[in-house]
């Protein structure tokens, strides 16, 4: 009964040692972009926790051994199932700098997760169990936990209960475990009583905090975001949250601003109609990205067009706008009309399994914040993208802002020069977000911005599209390298250029 014990706290507490460490990951990447940065800072940082804590662990006198487990798997349940909430709340108002926080709460974490392992060994050490069998056995449930929480936290935890609800559940777990132990060796513990009382409070805390989770969170985000919360939602690939403040309502993916109501229509316009008004003749468009409907709304004026088809990864993002019945309102009903095929898959591999041309091809990718939409930006993506086009087509492609993030934007430029393409850059001011850029793609250097426009629009004319095609001095071109995939200079030129706005 007791090796049994011993084993599933093994599985138990491997699990919930994961599940920390994946929490604190995908919340830095969430709320300070740059994944693979912040993934692989707190993995390095929370291993070395746990090799201090292993290394702590074998200062626990051998009589204290029981006592003290049972005491690490109360504080871990409380600091780790609290430290989603905890970071939220830093976030939302600045109680602490986030990232001493973060990474503090990272070390607690990991130095308190390190001692459970060799303290459980040491206690089945005492149950006489060969040496051995104790190795094997443990190793075994310990990497068997991680690999259980691994598949669980994206597909089902994260997307299904959210972030913070998921680490306090890890939290009751390890409390759980705790007072098992205590019942199991009652008689081997110093304070039994003490620590039955100690892990009902710890429960208590924790299951309350289940139920107020939601609530607080909400209030974190209205903290962050200003204007009041009214949608939010963790996808397996990302973060969605809706705002609203009197007539403006905003969508943020990671906290990054996606639109406002209010001016989207600048966007959406500048993005879609140099290249559409130059293609009458157009029938079949691509979309890639773009899963709020409102570039492919623009499209659908055109009344030659045929069919649209609209690749964006995230199923969440695509159901909201064609669900939602402000945001149906908004994009016009684009991705229920009968013309729009819509498709939840990754655009590259979509693009790599997929035939057929297309007349133009409309880029609506998030900014290249991190190495996974890096990618999406590259001179591979581009080549596969010109193998859909027909041959007198036209791509355009959301480029960043020449003004803030100009080593970025002219790296797209490269890029798209670097798989052939002969390129035409422009720009125009979003109130929301500031001077923004974009890149017609074509395959004959030809390209002239039109100067007229045959379909109904609120923000274009012919005199504001040539002036869009006209950079100023202080957004004068740079010499950018190309973004390859092996070394994703875009996304480090992407960071650089934003960190130098926020000073």
């Known amino acids: 009964m007791r090796n049994r014990l011993l084993i599933i706290s093994v599985f138990v507490v491997a699990s919930c040692g994961l599940a920390y460490e994946l929490i604190a990951g995908a919340l830095a990447s969430y709320l300070l972009g740059d994944s693979i940065f912040q993934f692989s800072s707190i993995i390095g940082a929370y291993l070395f926790a746990m090799g201090v804590g292993s290394h702590l662990s074998k200062y626990v006198p051998e009589e204290r051994v029981l006592d003290v487990f049972v005491e690490i798997e109360l504080l871990v349940g409380l600091i780790g199932g609290f430290s989603a909430l905890m970071l939220f709340l830093a976030f939302g108002w600045v109680i602490a700098p986030f990232r001493t926080m973060l990474y503090a709460l990272v070390v607690i974490t990991g130095i308190l997760v390190g001692m459970e392992i060799p303290l459980v060994m040491r206690v089945m050490n005492k149950q006489k169990v060969a040496f051995s069998e104790l190795v094997s056995q443990v190793l075994t449930f310990d990497y068997l936990g991680a690999l259980v929480v691994s598949l669980l936290f994206p597909l089902v935890l994260a997307p299904k209960l959210g972030i913070s609800r998921t680490a306090l559940l890890f939290g009751v777990l390890n409390v759980v475990v705790a007072l098992l132990a205590v019942r199991v060796f009652w008689h081997q513990l110093s304070r039994p009583m003490v620590q039955v009382l100690r892990g009902g409070v710890a429960l208590i805390l924790l299951v309350g905090g289940v139920v107020m989770a939601e609530r607080m969170v909400h209030w974190s985000e209205q903290q962050y975001f200003g204007d009041e919360v009214v949608y939010t939602q963790n996808t397996p690939y990302q973060k969605l949250v809706m705002t609203r403040w009197k007539d403006d309502s905003r ?108 007349d133009a091809i409309i880029i609506d990718f998030p900014d290249p914040s991190n190495f996974s ?25 959301q480029s960043t802002s020449p003004y803030h993030a100009p080593r970025s934007f002219w790296s797209i430029n490269a890029t798209l020069k670097e798989a052939n393409f002969y390129t035409s850059p422009y720009h125009t001011y979003v109130p929301s977000f500031g001077e923004w850029g974009f890149i017609i793609a074509a395959n004959h250097p030809d390209y002239e911005p039109p100067t007229t426009f045959q379909v109904p629009l609120r923000f274009l004319d012919a005199e504001m599209t040539r002036l869009m095609f ?34």
């Open 470 to 503: 006209q950079f100023p001095l202080d957004m004068k071109p740079w010499d950018s390298n190309p973004n390859y995939l092996n070394t994703q200079e875009l996304v480090h030129y992407f960071e650089e250029d934003w960190r130098h706005v926020i000073r």
């Open 373 to 397: 939409l890096g990618k999406l930006y590259s001179v591979p993506m581009y080549r596969m993208v010109k193998e859909h086009l027909a041959d007198n087509g036209l791509v355009v492609v």
């Open 251 to 358: 969508l943020y993916i990671n906290g990054n601003l996606q639109f406002s109501t209010r001016d989207e229509h600048r966007y959406h316009e500048a993005l879609v109609h140099p290249a559409m008004a130059k293609l009458p003749w157009a029938k079949r468009v691509l979309v890639l990205g773009g899963g709020d409907g409102l570039a492919v709304r623009e499209v659908l004026k055109y009344p030659q067009i045929e069919e649209v088809t609209l690749v964006d990864l995230d199923s969440a993002m695509t159901d909201l706008f064609k669900t939602n019945a402000q945001m149906v309102a908004l994009n016009q009903g684009s991705l229920n009309h009968p013309k729009t095929r819509v498709i939840n898959a990754d655009a590259a591999r979509w693009l790599e399994e997929n035939k057929g041309f297309f």
